[in-house]
């Protein structure tokens, strides 16, 4: 079980040991959860320009409910006729997509908004399917069961249907996300077995990724209006490395880390970049790639998993109290820490406390170099 998250607090402080000491701004931009009743756990999923959040409630025995909150009120989504569901992202109108059980069980993806409820996408001929990403204008992508049984990326057509992308040679594929231009990227299996990250253009088809230099699988997760990818390769070291790519060449994101295993998760209209990176074992971290500088977000300071960055800044997904989900979002510019401290420092805190009684606590921020001249940042 991961350990518990600890945060630290700077007391505020009079004017006069302002001047003296700097203090941590707060982070926190939203409070962590939906309100739901103790025991039950959260996760926001995406996040509109209206401030209205697409997520999920875990309940305590395990069921997944699919809601969206704003202002403090959840608003329950429902199912296709059975027992669970549960988002993966929202338009700037509001439209929610994601996933929900059917009366026998089966999974199928669905369209939902206030105004017509939620929408059974259907399936290509097989039992189940999963929405992921949404555009503007409502298109949807995911990928959903053939006949032949195996799974297949779609794009939603005019009429609502569900257009088979195919593979890259192999037997699945699966669409992660979509943009206003009705771009798809994703994961598709090649002839030989091997996943690879693919970008589907409407008109020119499926066109492989690739991998990273030495690698042998790669996934993509998201893109831009901009058509920057982003994702995730294998290395010849057999670690996964986050990556973006831009139509032209791979940008290594795990390399300007610098260690852990990282994976790309999101990427707003700016090109700021989010995602994972798990080192030594350790719970995972936020890192934010952002104007050619990598930070990666402190584990009181970041979320446990980041699912998306809005265009806005704020990026929103759910951190671990040691026991549950909590949905939560922080901005994507970490709040600044105070610097090293000295001796001096120590002597003149030493005498604000005598004279003033409070206890003050100070942060530090640690800076690593990474590779390929671009600044790493630990905060």
């Known amino acids: 079980m991961p350990p518990r998250f600890s945060r630290f607090h700077a007391p505020l402080l009079g004017l006069c040991l302002l001047a003296a000491i700097p203090t941590a701004s707060a982070t926190m931009y939203a409070e962590r959860g939906f309100g739901e009743r103790d025991g039950n756990g959260s996760i926001a999923s995406d996040l509109n320009p209206a401030g209205l959040v697409a997520g999920i409630i875990m309940e305590q025995e395990g069921r997944r409910r699919a809601v969206t909150y704003q202002h403090g009120r959840i608003r329950e989504l429902g199912t296709l006729g059975g027992n669970e569901g549960f988002t993966k992202a929202i338009n700037i109108h509001g439209v929610v997509v994601g996933s929900a059980q059917t009366a026998s069980g089966a999974w199928h993806a669905f369209h939902y908004d206030a105004a017509s409820g939620m929408r059974d996408l259907g399936t290509l ?9 949404i555009a503007r204008d409502g298109q949807v992508a995911g990928y959903a069961d053939t006949s032949a049984g195996d799974f297949h990326a779609f794009v939603t057509k005019a009429d609502h249907s569900l257009q088979d992308l195919g593979t890259l040679g192999g037997a699945s594929s ?3 996300g979509l943009n206003s231009h009705g771009v798809v990227v ?12 693919f970008v589907y253009r409407p008109g020119a088809g499926m066109q492989e990724i690739g991998t990273l230099p030495g690698g042998r699988i790669s996934s993509a997760t998201a893109i831009n209006d901009a058509g920057l990818v982003v994702g995730a390769s294998e290395t010849e070291k ?7 790519w831009d139509g032209r060449r791979m940008l290594d994101l795990g390399a300007l880390i610098g260690q852990g295993d990282s994976y790309a998760t999101a990427v707003n209209a700016a090109g700021h970049v989010v995602g994972s990176v798990s080192i030594k074992g350790f719970e995972p971290m936020t890192f934010v790639y952002k104007e050619g500088v990598m930070t990666v977000r402190r584990r ?6 980041t699912n998306k960055i809005t265009d806005a800044g704020l990026v929103v997904g759910a ?6 989900f909590q949905a939560f979002a922080v901005p994507s510019q970490a709040a600044p820490a105070p610097p090293r401290s000295n001796p001096l420092d120590w002597l003149l805190i030493t005498m604000l406390i005598s004279a003033s009684g409070v206890v003050l606590y100070k942060l530090q921020r640690n800076y690593r170099m990474g590779p390929l001249g671009a600044r790493t940042r630990f905060m």
């Open 125 to 133: 001929g097989g039992t189940s399917s999963y929405a992921t990403a």
């Open 186 to 197: 994703g994961t598709a299996q090649r002839g030989d077995g091997y996943r690879r990250a």
């Open 238 to 244: 057999r670690r996964w490395h986050a990556f973006a």
């Open 174 to 176: 699966y669409a992660s």
């Open 300 to 305: 009181d300071d970041g979320l446990y998993l």
């Open 319 to 324: 951190v671990y109290t040691g026991h549950k």
